[in-house]
């Protein structure tokens, strides 16, 4: 060992020997702490780090890849919850080649069960494969969801038949398990419903049933009315209407009076009711002149010549003409009865028939849903604060003009309509708090105080253990151990002090702190004595009557 580094120990030795037993047992629990923190962090970093290859596995799922993982020689730790961890620096190569190898399966089989199909299957092998390779498929989808933890998906398929009035829709049901502490909204239920309608023919979404883990029936009110007959939807709405027109009229005030000085409740009646309305109008006819023709028909028959045959068929009408008569006389320019038939016999026949168009209106209204039938609007308004002359707030009611100003407001923002049958009210009240004089700091930290003194507590002990340890036993000794003792050079450039020398010094240094103490004694009479001599100077008769009672009481 070299001669220097065996001083060094030797002193420090020297030092740790001459240390107080308390200051002693400070430095080796020190020094035991700093050693195995050495020994930790050494182990640290000699340590493989482990990082988890895959969570929430099922037990087939499990088996299948630490089998895998022995015959790749990959190390592997199984922890609680179906997670396999294994070294950092392996986890992706890991994962590579376990999805060459199809793992994890996740539970459930997909289309690659379609994959390996048996020669000579029967149909009714080959769609129960394919119902479940859907099923699975659709669970793997929904699976991916954030709030998802596993899923399951039933199937109802009828066969298909030929008669019309047999046929069935099909049907799904689906359990979802949910991570603790997730739920699924709305919307997200419907999502699922959509999927799974959507992934099957001819599936209506009615036909499909969402359950959790616990039983409960998520797509229950996907129809809109649940088990009281209300609409949540509808519920919703009204609530946003209501919460619209508080904003409105908290926005328009605020500015005026102050933010936190306006509250504002509004009660929205809204009209549900889906109302249907066709109306078929016939208007008067127009003038002659300006109507519109439809349809014009005209028929026009014209006889002329030989009589055509004319009567019923039959005996009577095929009987032949009887014999021709003639008149006994006849004047020169008259004609006979005959040559009057014969002139008679060409006549015509006209008939014109003209539709015009008549005037009709046909009209179909659909009210729409939600329409405001009635608002009530409530609006409170906290009283004006003012400075009083002791410099404290003071509250004081608004003037008439001011309210009546505020009520002209609220009207215009909720859009008051007197014959719809709105109704407001608007009311000038001082706040319960408004009166009350802002905590102060002192306040506010008492409050504090009293509400987390556990939590103070045990920070001021902590506190106060590590000050102790650092002033009262770390810095003392590291201090002591640090500085250059007198003890250990006898003078400038010397060795190690003897014993002997070592008594000699403590004898001197005790020797010293009495002259010390002597020299402040002598300082102190010496002050006395000065300080009766003036005494004595300025005021002789309390020195008098100071020294007669004295021999008063030695006589005594």
Same mark, same amino acid.
């Given at each position: 060992?070299?001669?220097?580094?065996?001083?060094?120990?030797? /002193?420090? +030795?020297?030092?740790?020997?001459?240390?107080?037993?308390?200051?002693?047992?400070?430095?080796?629990?020190?020094?035991? #702490? /700093?050693?195995?923190?050495?020994?930790? /962090?050494?182990?640290?970093?000699? *340590?493989?780090?482990?990082?988890?290859?895959?969570?929430?596995?099922?037990?087939?799922?499990?088996?299948?890849?630490?089998?895998?993982?022995?015959?790749?020689?990959?190390?592997?730790?199984?922890? @609680?919850?179906?997670?396999?961890?294994?070294?950092?620096?392996?986890?992706?190569?890991?994962?590579?080649?376990?999805?060459?190898?199809?793992?994890?399966?996740?539970?459930?089989?997909?289309?690659?069960?379609?994959?390996?199909?048996?020669?000579?299957?029967?149909?009714?092998?080959?769609?129960?494969?394919?119902?479940?390779?859907?099923?699975?498929?659709?669970?793997?989808?929904?699976?991916?969801?954030?709030?998802?933890?596993?899923? +399951?998906?039933?199937?109802?398929?009828?066969?298909?038949?030929?008669?019309?009035?047999?046929?069935?829709?099909?049907?799904?049901? $689906?359990?979802?398990?949910?991570?603790?502490?997730?739920?699924?909204?709305?919307?997200?239920?419907?999502?699922?419903?959509?999927?799974?309608?959507?992934?099957?023919?001819?599936?209506?979404?009615?036909? %499909?049933?969402?359950?959790?883990?616990?039983?409960?029936?998520?797509?229950?009110?996907?129809?809109?009315?649940?088990? #009281?007959?209300?609409?949540?939807?509808?519920?919703?709405?009204?609530?946003?209407?209501?919460?619209? !027109?508080?904003?409105?009229?908290?926005?328009?005030?605020?500015?005026?009076?102050?933010?936190?000085?306006?509250?504002?409740?509004?009660?929205?009646?809204?009209?549900?009711?889906?109302?249907?309305?066709?109306?078929?109008?016939?208007?008067?006819?127009?003038?002659?002149?300006?109507?519109?023709?439809?349809?014009?028909?005209?028929?026009?028959?014209?006889?002329?010549?030989?009589?055509?045959?004319?009567?019923?068929?039959?005996?009577?009408?095929?009987?032949?003409?009887?014999?021709?008569? @003639?008149?006994?006389?006849?004047?020169?320019?008259?004609?006979?009865?005959?040559?009057?038939?014969?002139?008679?016999?060409?006549?015509?026949?006209?008939?014109?028939?003209?539709? !015009?168009?008549?005037?009709?209106?046909?009209?179909? %209204?659909?009210?729409?849903?939600?329409?405001?039938?009635?608002?009530?609007? &409530?609006? %409170?308004?906290?009283?004006?604060?003012?400075?009083?002359?002791?410099?404290? *707030?003071?509250?004081?009611?608004?003037?008439?003009?001011? $309210?009546?100003?505020?009520?002209?407001?609220?009207?215009?923002?909720?859009? !008051?309509?007197?014959? +719809?049958?709105?109704?407001?009210?608007?009311?000038?009240?001082?706040?319960?708090? /408004?009166?009350?004089?802002?905590?102060?700091?002192?306040?506010?930290?008492?409050?504090?105080?009293?509400?987390?003194?556990?939590?103070?507590?045990?920070?001021?002990?902590?506190?106060?253990?590590?000050?102790?340890?650092?002033?009262?036993?770390?810095?003392?000794?590291?201090? !002591?151990? #640090?500085?250059?003792?007198?003890?250990?050079?006898?003078?400038?450039?010397?060795?190690?002090?003897?014993?002997?020398?070592?008594?000699?010094?403590?004898?001197? &240094?005790?020797?010293?702190?009495?002259?010390?103490?002597?020299?402040?004694?002598? &300082?102190?009479?010496?002050?006395?004595?000065?300080?009766?001599?003036?005494?004595?100077?300025?005021?002789?008769?309390?020195?008098?009557?100071?020294?007669?009672?004295?021999?008063?009481?030695?006589?005594?």
């Amino acid at each position: 060992m070299p001669e220097a580094l065996r001083q060094i120990l030797e /002193a420090i +030795r020297q030092r740790f020997s001459s240390l107080p037993n308390n200051q002693k047992i400070a430095v080796m629990i020190g020094a035991a #702490t /700093a050693v195995a923190l050495i020994v930790a /962090a050494v182990m640290w970093t000699q *340590t493989t780090s482990y990082k988890v290859l895959f969570s929430n596995l099922s037990d087939r799922d499990g088996g299948s890849i630490t089998q895998a993982l022995q015959q790749m020689n990959v190390p592997y730790k199984i922890e @609680a919850g179906g997670t396999i961890s294994v070294p950092a620096e392996q986890v992706y190569d890991a994962r590579l080649k376990l999805a060459a190898q199809g793992l994890p399966k996740g539970g459930t089989v997909g289309f690659e069960l379609m994959d390996n199909q048996k020669l000579g299957v029967s149909q009714f092998a080959e769609q129960i494969n394919y119902q479940r390779s859907v099923e699975g498929e659709l669970a793997r989808s929904i699976e991916t969801l954030a709030s998802v933890q596993s899923a +399951r998906v039933h199937l109802a398929i009828p066969r298909q038949t030929v008669f019309l009035r047999e046929q069935q829709k099909p049907s799904a049901s $689906v359990i979802v398990s949910l991570h603790p502490g997730r739920v699924l909204d709305g919307s997200q239920v419907a999502a699922i419903v959509h999927l799974v309608s959507s992934s099957v023919p001819d599936m209506p979404v009615k036909n %499909v049933t969402v359950v959790d883990q616990n039983g409960d029936l998520l797509s229950k009110n996907l129809d809109g009315i649940n088990s #009281t007959g209300m609409d949540p939807r509808q519920l919703n709405y009204v609530r946003q209407v209501e919460q619209g !027109y508080v904003k409105r009229i908290e926005a328009i005030l605020e500015p005026i009076v102050g933010k936190g000085n306006v509250k504002a409740e509004v009660t929205a009646d809204l009209d549900f009711a889906e109302t249907e309305q066709t109306s078929e109008t016939f208007r008067p006819n127009t003038p002659p002149d300006k109507a519109a023709i439809r349809s014009q028909q005209t028929v026009e028959t014209l006889n002329g010549g030989a009589q055509n045959a004319a009567g019923v068929p039959g005996a009577f009408s095929n009987q032949p003409p009887g014999n021709a008569t @003639a008149p006994i006389t006849q004047t020169p320019g008259q004609a006979t009865t005959a040559g009057q038939n014969a002139a008679n016999q060409g006549s015509s026949h006209r008939e014109s028939t003209i539709n !015009y168009e008549v005037d009709k209106t046909v009209q179909h %209204v659909k009210q729409s849903l939600g329409s405001i039938r009635r608002l009530s609007a &409530a609006v %409170v308004v906290n009283y004006k604060p003012s400075q009083g002359k002791d410099g404290k *707030t003071v509250y004081k009611a608004l003037a008439p003009n001011e $309210v009546t100003q505020i009520n002209n407001l609220v009207r215009e923002a909720m859009g !008051y309509n007197q014959p +719809r049958g709105d109704t407001l009210n608007v009311v000038n009240a001082p706040f319960s708090d /408004a009166n009350k004089e802002p905590a102060g700091f002192v306040d506010r930290l008492t409050e504090e105080a009293a509400a987390n003194w556990q939590q103070i507590f045990k920070n001021a002990l902590i506190a106060l253990v590590v000050l102790y340890l650092i002033f009262g036993v770390i810095r003392p000794a590291v201090s !002591y151990m #640090t500085r250059s003792p007198e003890t250990e050079k006898g003078e400038p450039g010397g060795g190690p002090l003897t014993e002997e020398e070592a008594a000699a010094k403590a004898v001197e &240094a005790q020797m010293a702190v009495e002259e010390s103490e002597q020299a402040v004694r002598l &300082a102190t009479y010496a002050d006395n004595l000065q300080m009766a001599k003036d005494l004595a100077k300025n005021d002789p008769r309390m020195v008098a009557s100071v020294v007669r009672s004295w021999v008063m009481a030695e006589d005594e």
